[in-house]
């Protein structure tokens, strides 16, 4: 009887530290419209289209298909999830920053686990799409913003998103253009190209192959090193409850401007 109890209490304290536990969180599955997942696979269409189109895309076929590839990991399922990170390294101190990303079909979700003190060149708001608006705040505040919607606006942001300044596009194409920059290196499936010049902002960057995933990127800023990771996105049954609730007792403010207003590019 006392091994019984010892076992129990075993596979009891497992469910209480497991991800989902005995007891899962509530999910959620947004309630998309006939109208909006028409509009929504008109733009996919179009992006798809965009890249069978060389002289948008630097007149490069074959890197377009793989670009192409790239986009459908995301777009083309009902759900996605994607974990991401940054790590900064400073004087030889290091901090973590964590996240992730739901998307279902123009509903997104983004969520920050925790924030970073001082400077970080990466927006930190979470955000939560609803048929009014996409709510925008950061951790710890109590005031944010409300974006008007407009077609296609957390698709693009997305993309912008997984990909903060389209750098790992930049680099992947730099590396094609200019192998002689690059050394590469191998680690199972993930291939890193490794800058030769020593004095550039940016570091390294990884990604897969086959399909394509850009996944991550390290680069220096002030006398910080950061690195970046996206992981692979894994297709969700749904979203958790709790990244679609609209926090309490934070005062918001409705903007005329959409999502667009946070893609900047420098």
Known sequence: MKQIIIILIIFFLIGCNSTQGFFPEPCFKPEINSLELNDYFFLYDSIMDGFGNTDL??????????YAEYYKQILEPEIIKCDFTITRETNGLISRHSGVIYFSRGYLYIRHFDSFQGELDFDQHNYITRPDGVYSWKQGDNQGTVFQRYSGDTLTFLTFYIDPKAVMR???????????????????????????DANSQYKN??????????SEFTYTLGNSNFHFTIAKPRQADCIPQSLTRIPENIEWTFSNQSLASRQYYR
């Open 205 to 214: 960057f990884s990604y897969f192959e086959n399909p394509l995933w850009l």
């Open 57 to 66: 895309h630097n007149g490069d076929a074959f890197r377009n298909s793989q």
């Open 170 to 196: 930049e680099l992947f194409w730099a590396s094609r253009m200019n192998p002689q920059l690059f050394e590469t290196t191998e680690k199972g499936p993930l291939k890193t190209e490794n800058f030769k």
